[in-house]
């Protein structure tokens, strides 16, 4: 079996488990916790590169919270000791606590934290200490907790679409946004595989879903789209190649491509994408995947084209068959039913 990127994280059938999130604390618009919304209480420790921590980005940015919660970005680059903060372009020194490590941070608030150390951070400057490292908390904290505070009116979470934003974003979060991560982290081809698969299934019913309306749940995007858009505008740049999810690109489905290009051209969202980060955060830094450390400086690509989703029914892309995952062992390729047949 290949080496793990996270030895902690893989099974013994070579899949990647990712951790739970450790501090799942909520700050509240009503102060029922301890952790009442406040302008300049609290801070975020974020990385450009991560999709995680970019859907934190960009909910800050639309919610006009920019001068609510400040915020600091780490070095792209991680290294053994876990994520730094660097002066280099587009990210900086601590000028909070003065941390040279998001561990400092970890271990200030749970000596014995012995896990992975991960981005998006919330900071309390009042207490020292992480509020949430759970990026879908943070999504429902920034969307509502700070109202009232000079933010604007906007609802990423409304009531008459929950069940339905809940049930879609676990299905994009098992099958696309996590599920990139199980096959790049894979470490046997049965578990690349058996990630590959539904990704692209989840994709394919995506682009169907896309073509009869503008984003997922009507006329305005909402919580889902925007945890689907950080892993859009990562995939051709980055999971394509360095992750194996090469059966097709992004640019290659009419309905994604251009979903992707409108999200993107919501004002100021391109400025949260950092593709020179995002590039030398995956292909540096995973050097199991990437021994080299080559940085690709491809691929070509422009989100700023017009993408024609004003109205209508949009044209779906003729494509093949996603194909079933193989039995490596026998020969076989599975469906995901758990019958088999032979493969040709």
Avoid at 64 to 86: Q, S, Y
Avoid at 138 to 147: G, I, K, T, V
């Amino acid at each position: 079996m290949a080496s793990a990127q996270f030895p902690d994280e893989q099974g013994e059938t070579g899949e990647f488990e990712r951790q739970d999130d450790a501090f799942r604390e909520w700050v509240t618009r009503d102060g029922s916790s301890r952790f009442p919304a406040a302008a300049g209480r609290y801070h975020l420790y974020v990385s450009w590169a991560c999709p995680w921590a970019h859907r934190t980005i960009v909910v800050r940015r639309l919610k006009g919270l920019e001068k609510i919660i400040g915020m600091t970005v780490v070095d792209p680059v991680r290294d053994d000791r876990g994520w730094a903060f660097r002066e280099g372009p587009g990210h900086t020194a601590d000028p909070i606590n003065g941390f040279k490590f998001l561990s400092e941070a970890y271990l200030l608030t749970e000596p014995h934290y012995r896990g992975r150390v991960t981005v998006p951070v919330l900071w309390d400057k009042q207490t020292k200490r992480i509020v949430s490292n759970s990026d879908d908390d943070l999504l429902r904290m920034l969307n509502s907790a700070f109202d009232g505070l000079g933010v604007n009116d906007l609802d990423l979470y409304p009531k008459e679409h929950r069940t339905e934003i809940d049930q879609l974003n676990q299905l994009i979060y098992e099958t696309v946004n996590n599920g990139v991560y199980r096959a790049g982290f894979a470490t046997t081809q049965s578990a690349y595989e058996s990630a590959v698969v539904p990704l692209f299934q989840t994709l394919d019913q995506l682009e169907d879903r896309l073509s009869k309306r503008r984003y997922l749940f009507g006329d305005r995007p909402l919580e889902t789209d925007w945890r689907l858009f950080v892993t859009l505008v990562r995939f051709d740049a980055v999971y394509y190649g360095h992750f194996k999810c090469n059966l097709r690109r992004i640019i290659d489905y009419n309905n994604l491509f251009s979903y992707l290009c409108d999200l993107y051209q919501e004002p100021g969202v391109a400025e949260t994408v950092n593709f020179d980060h995002i590039k030398r955060h995956y292909y540096y830094t995973h050097d199991d995947i990437n021994p080299t450390r080559i940085v690709p400086l491809g691929p070509i690509q422009d989100l700023t084209v017009a993408h024609g989703r004003g109205g209508g029914l949009h044209r779906l892309a003729g494509r093949g068959a996603v194909p079933r995952p193989r039995d490596s062992a026998a020969g076989l390729s599975v469906d995901q039913g758990g019958g088999s047949r032979e493969r040709p």
